[in-house]
């Protein structure tokens, strides 16, 4: 199993940026952010395989950049320009022996975070 632990939540204004950082226990090269809104499902953000090959939803793309520190096992969301559709949930997600994909669904990661919590206002 892998450990994953988010941080980096909190409250911005609209056009605000967070960065939300994921420190994993162990290495995995597919690795992922996923949010939850108020009373919707939870839909992927950002996914990175190995170092470099990133997609992105179309609501973040361009706004929204996904990187890791291999040396420290540990995956960054930078979130600029934020708006208020962007509230809500991000957690972090690992993709364990088992599976072979590696898109930008929940059925591509089988280890999950417990979250942190995103909040911009307008």
């Known amino acids: 199993q892998v450990q994953l632990v988010e941080s980096g939540g909190g409250s911005v204004q609209a056009g605000g940026s967070l960065r939300l950082s994921c420190t994993a226990s162990?290495?995995?090269?597919?690795m992922g952010w996923f949010r939850r809104a108020p009373g919707k499902e939870r839909e992927g953000v950002a996914r990175?395989?190995?170092?470099?090959?990133?997609v992105y939803a179309d609501s973040v793309n361009g706004r929204f950049t996904i990187s890791r520190d291999s040396s420290k096992n540990i995956l960054y969301l930078q979130m600029n320009s934020l708006k208020p559709d962007d509230t809500g949930s991000y957690y972090c997600?690992?993709?364990?022996?088992?599976?072979?994909?590696?898109?930008?669904?929940?059925?591509?990661?089988?280890?999950w975070g417990q979250g942190t919590q995103v909040t911009v206002s307008s």
């Open positions: 990175i395989n190995g170092d470099t090959s990133a």
């Open positions: 997600a690992a993709r364990l022996s088992g599976l072979n994909s590696c898109g930008l669904v929940s059925s591509s990661f089988n280890a």
């Open positions: 162990q290495y995995r090269s597919c």
